[in-house]
């Protein structure tokens, strides 16, 4: 072989390394956090544990929840938006930060323009009262509010979120009556103060709530949501949409910063997808009272939209009313 030949033959093999370049490990390659955005206690906090233990699974790398609370999840969702979108953060959000508070308050970021990756359970909301309120149904417990106006105290999980709304549709669609809201961190601390008596009204998940509705240190008395769960069946409770023609939806959602690359989406998509597959992470969420509904990232951005629109004139009005007094 002559010179020419070998150098020939060095150059086209060069040429071939640089073309092929080191190989590019796949994503993930190293471990996730999925950002909670209230904190630790509540139903949110506690699927979302579910779902990241079976994501590590499915992706072969750590899924680690971290709680972020404050305004309602706006804080954290603020956070994210102007995270990297490389899929190694992502978040869960829920109807209240994504369809309802950037309608009531200025955020840091538009709920549109995340990356939808998929929305994986329904939420059953339930209404519990403290055992003092003399009421043992809905309209009984609208009478009580219309004759002692101000005195019915509804918790929140803080910022202008589902409760708000909950709260302000049954005033609307009852006829109206005064009441006070007490913002809290998360829903663990909003059942101990309603517990302790300084709220004296809730609504949330069953597996918030329910333990105490069997002990008795809170009454059941109605099912504001737009699904329903086994435990709730059971106790024969009259529906809002039935009452007074209104129903709470909300949609938890997996989201991301805008702009991820299509690829990174799609894998997380068909983890989550995967992940709520799982026999055994149906049963969990379904002993949390969380019925699984799974829905691609685009069909999550679409309903996202659509409980957007129809709670905006709610808000619109609840803002109205607080120039007054309440």
Excluded at 125 to 135: D, E, F, K
Excluded at 141 to 156: I, M, R
Excluded at 255 to 278: C, D, F, Q, T, Y
Aim: aromatic share 8%; with cysteine; glycine share 10%.
């Amino acid at each position: 072989m002559t010179l020419k030949h070998t150098v020939a033959g060095w150059s086209c093999l060069t040429l071939a390394v640089l073309a092929c370049g080191p190989a590019r490990a796949e994503y993930p390659e190293k471990p996730i956090t999925m950002v909670v955005p209230y904190g630790a206690g509540g139903g949110t906090d506690l699927a979302a544990r579910i779902l990241a233990t079976e994501m590590s699974k499915v992706l072969g790398q750590r899924v680690v929840v971290r709680n972020d609370a404050g305004g309602g999840g706006a804080v954290a969702l603020g956070g994210l938006y102007a995270g990297r979108p490389d899929g190694y953060t992502i978040a869960v959000g829920t109807a209240s930060n994504t369809s309802i508070i950037p309608h009531a308050t200025p955020v840091a970021y538009d709920p549109f323009k995340f990356t939808y990756i998929a929305s994986y359970f329904g939420w059953p909301y339930i209404a519990v009262v403290h055992p003092s309120v003399p009421a043992k149904t809905l309209p009984e417990l609208v009478a009580w509010a219309k004759a002692n106006p101000g005195k019915l105290v509804a918790v929140t999980t803080g910022g202008f979120n589902l409760h708000e709304v909950g709260m302000g549709l049954l005033s609307e669609r009852s006829g109206g009556f005064q009441y006070r809201t007490l913002p809290t961190n998360s829903a663990a601390e909003g059942t101990s103060r309603v517990l302790a008596g300084d709220a004296n009204f809730a609504s949330g998940s069953p597996v918030t709530y329910m333990q105490h509705v069997k002990a008795g240190s809170l009454r059941a008395i109605a099912i504001v949501s737009d699904v329903s769960d086994a435990s709730m069946e059971a106790l024969k409770l009259p529906k809002t949409r039935d009452l007074y023609g209104y129903e709470l939806v909300n949609t938890t959602v997996v989201i991301a910063p805008p702009g991820m690359a299509e690829p990174v989406r799609a894998k997380l998509e068909a983890a989550v997808k995967k992940s709520v597959e799982n026999p055994e992470v149906v049963k969990a969420l379904a002993a949390l009272d969380f019925p699984v509904q799974f829905s691609s990232g685009p069909e999550a951005l679409k309903t996202t939209r659509r409980i957007s629109g129809l709670y905006q004139p709610v808000v619109a009005k609840l803002l109205a009313s607080k120039t007054g007094a309440k």
